[in-house]
Nanobody
Framework: QVQLVESGGGLVQAGGSLRLSCAAS????????MGWFRQAPGKEREFVAA????????YYADSVKGRFTISRDNAKNTVYLQMNSLKPEDTAVYYC?????????????????WGQGTQVTVSS
């Protein structure tokens, strides 16, 4: 069992930055690839970014590429999402997810564990 707790969400103006954190507890964090997804009101949950269990590879949705950076600190059992140049369309609840080792990191169905989410609101 892996427990995931997100933090760092909030209200920010367009063009601003936020850093989300996801703290993991339970089984060996370094064995899990980690992903960030988001869900805006009335929309389906969508992939944002992912990082492989080794940290060697990262993946991004086209909509955030160049603005968001995913990273992990295995010593702290934490994954981060640095979000820069935020836009109103980035407004959503952001979820952290864990997948044992690595599969299709773009697919929400592949992930084994999910956090409760943290709200990010970007005002224009």
């Amino acid at each position: 069992q892996v427990q995931l707790v997100e933090s760092g969400g909030g209200l920010v103006q367009a063009g601003g930055s936020l850093r989300l954190s996801c703290a993991a507890s339970g089984r060996t964090f370094s064995s899990y690839s980690m992903g960030w997804f988001r869900q805006a009101p009335g929309k389906e949950r969508e992939f944002v970014a992912a990082i492989e269990w080794s940290g060697a590879m990262t993946y991004y949705a086209d909509s955030v590429k160049g603005r968001f950076t995913i990273s992990r600190d295995n010593a702290k059992n934490t994954v981060y999402l640095q979000m820069n140049s935020l836009k109103p369309e980035d407004t959503a609840v952001y979820y952290c997810a864990a997948e044992y080792f690595s599969g299709n990191l773009y697919a929400a169905a592949e992930y084994d564990y999910w956090g409760q989410g943290t709200q990010v609101t970007v005002s224009s």
